[in-house]
């Protein structure tokens, strides 16, 4: 088990973390959860002995992590997954950090082939992709067989066969009684694999409950209600009927509406008494993501702010039209037209628009009024020279000097084509 008491920690005049208190008990997943600076990493490096703190305490099975004896057999963990030494291959990186522990040799083998690098035991680590190595790390994580794993972005960079992989991985090993503790900001991810959830914002503990109690209590839900589209006097009569009964009602951007404050049932009746037909009834309750934005919506420290465009753009130049918006562009289902097929169309120009001239031979505007199939003219060919108005004088060409024969003088008359 992992507890922390008052645990603080600064770096000059900046509080990372601040008063935190918590356990991780063993025999679940206990996802760690925070915005971007609320914490996280610092607080899982003192658990690990890498940070001191500067107030409070934190043990693992009731002793510091220095105090440990042989702490790689009795903790596991995944911080960085580029902590590796490149030239070093995937086998010889686990085989130095197990004699380093007193680890056999054989387990360096059999924890490769838990995580699927088996194959690419021999094989240098500088050239593993992002997944690769976070595989890598899982294995030195698991490579003492620990009763307790701390995991910093498991899944990070990882296909979906290997993020379903983990997320079997670290049900079965809490299954097995271990103290299993990981950080993410996946959301969909940990509202499968997590069982309890830790909610850290700035520094300070925000939820330290089960994930079903934490969407419970951060999270509203309500029903959805839906009439016919072709009757919106429907739609009126069914909110007013529920207004009546106590509920509020809300419409929402498609023509539903979303009520609360009454059950499905309830609602059901309500309507049966109006004599509204109802094409949909449905509960709608909030996800991880959506209860995890509600609570910590005030400790995000990075927000993002509205791109303005308009100070980039550079103005047209004088004389120019600014380009036509295409029908339907921005629309959803709205696609790109396809490319102009040869000698074709792609679409109709718009109205009010000059018609460009019919397609030469080779896809070139024809020049109006020429003849059916006539060439058209090239337009890299230089202008011919125009005739003189009057005569003028002809100088005699000067004599040409002597040269070399050309290699057309050479060529045999045979050789002519």
């Keep these: ?32 959860l925070g915005p971007n600076g609320s914490g996280k990493s610092t607080t899982m490096r003192m658990i690990l002995g890498l940070d001191n703190p500067t107030a409070g305490h934190v043990t693992i099975g009731g002793y510091p992590y220095r105090r440990l004896p042989n702490a790689p057999r009795q903790v596991g963990a ?60 899982i294995a030195a994580a698991l490579l003492g067989d620990p009763q307790v794993l701390l995991f910093d972005e498991p899944v990070n960079g990882l296909d979906p066969e290997g993020i379903l992989w983990v997320r079997n991985l670290m ?27 830790i909610v850290i914002g700035r520094g300070q503990l925000l939820a330290d409950m089960s994930i079903t109690d934490f969407i419970s209590a951060n999270s509203a839900d309500f029903a959805r209600v839906r009439t016919p589209d072709t009757e919106p006097q429907q739609r009126e009569k069914l909110s007013s009927a529920l207004t009546e009964a106590g509920g509020h009602v809300l419409p929402e951007q498609d023509g539903a509406l979303r009520v609360t404050g009454l059950p499905l049932p309830r609602i059901s009746d309500i309507a049966h008494d109006a004599d509204v037909r109802l094409w949909e009834l449905s509960p ?4 991880l993501e959506e209860a995890y934005m509600r609570m910590t919506q005030g400790a995000v420290d990075y927000r993002s702010t509205d791109d303005q465009k308009a100070g980039l753009q550079q103005p047209l130049p004088p004389g120019a039209q600014p380009p036509m918006p295409v029908p339907g562009q921005g629309q959803p289902g709205w696609y790109a037209p396809p490319p102009p097929q040869p000698g074709g169309q792609p679409f109709a120009p718009p109205q009010g628009a000059p018609v460009p001239p019919p397609a030469g031979p080779y896809g070139a505007p024809g020049v109006p009024g020429a003849a059916p199939g006539a060439p058209a003219p090239n337009p890299y060919a230089q202008p011919a020279p125009q005739a003189p108005q009057g005569p003028a004088p002809v100088a005699p060409p000067p004599a040409a000097p002597p040269s070399a024969p050309s290699s057309a003088d050479l060529t045999k008359p045979e050789d002519a084509r």
Excluded: C, W
């Design 1 to 32: 088990m992992i507890e922390a008491v008052g645990l603080t920690k600064r770096y000059g005049d900046k509080t990372a973390v601040y008063n935190l208190s918590f356990q991780v008990r063993p025999g679940a997943v206990t996802g760690f």
């Design 78 to 137: 995944l911080l960085d997954a580029k902590a590796v030494h490149g030239g070093r291959s995937a086998r010889n990186h686990l085989l130095s950090l197990a004699q380093l522990s007193g680890i056999p040799a054989r387990r360096v083998d059999e924890v490769l082939g838990v995580v699927g690098l088996h194959d690419v035991a021999r094989r240098r680590s500088k050239g593993f992709s992002l997944g690769m190595g976070q595989r890598l790390g």
């Design 171 to 197: 049900k079965a090993l809490a299954a097995e009684g271990r103290t299993v503790f990981v950080s993410s900001h996946l959301m969909s991810e940990m509202a499968l694999t997590a069982d309890h959830l």
């Design 284 to 287: 709608h309750q909030a996800s």
